[in-house]
């Protein structure tokens, strides 16, 4: 992790980014509630150093639809970045709540682009949502377990074309 001194010269309270895990665990006991826990014992901790102006996310499945409510908890505002409109529409009921929840908070929901017709565009439109919150953003903050290294490559190289400072923490190796 980065240090004091390097997140406290990005800018005051910059605009970041958060990406994470759609298999983000959500059991009650065990191993997957301590890495639930630790991660957002993680996030919460980097979220009150940096001290976040806004932060923009996709509300989706796992990770980030559960980092929402740490960051109504702080009270820190953020932009829903909703890739494509139907985008949500195969979300379970308990997301769903969760969804409704979020969209009353967030200070604005922004939508990139429309639904893609084949994966060719769905890989392009992913580009582009990516693109579009490292231009608006300072710092990047990516949550991730052990099963989702290509997308944390994506965002690695996304990040370096951006010359994005970021900060990527796999929540799985806590209790390994």
Excluded: W
Aim: proline share 5%; charged share 25%.
């Amino acid at each position: 992790m980065m240090r004091s001194q390097e997140i406290q010269s990005f800018s005051d309270r910059p605009n970041i980014c958060i990406f994470g895990d759609k298999n983000f665990p959500d059991r009650s006991s065990g191993k997957p509630i301590q890495e639930r826990r630790e991660a957002l014992r993680k996030l919460e901790l980097l979220l009150l150093q940096i001290q976040p102006r806004k932060v923009y996310i996709i509300p989706e499945r796992g990770f980030n639809l559960t980092a929402l409510s740490l960051l109504n908890y702080l009270n820190i505002p953020y932009v829903l970045v909703n890739p494509h409109e139907g985008y949500f529409d195969n979300l379970q009921e308990k997301e769903k709540l969760k969804m409704s929840l979020s969209l009353e908070n967030s200070d604005t929901v922004i939508t990139v682009g429309k639904p893609p017709k084949s994966i060719t565009e769905e890989y392009e439109l992913q580009n582009e949502v990516y693109d579009f919150m490292l231009s608006y953003t300072d710092f990047v903050i990516s949550m991730y377990g052990k099963n989702s290294q290509t997308k944390e490559d994506f965002l690695k190289d996304k990040v370096n074309k951006h010359d994005q400072s970021a900060v990527f923490i796999n929540y799985s190796l806590v209790y390994e």
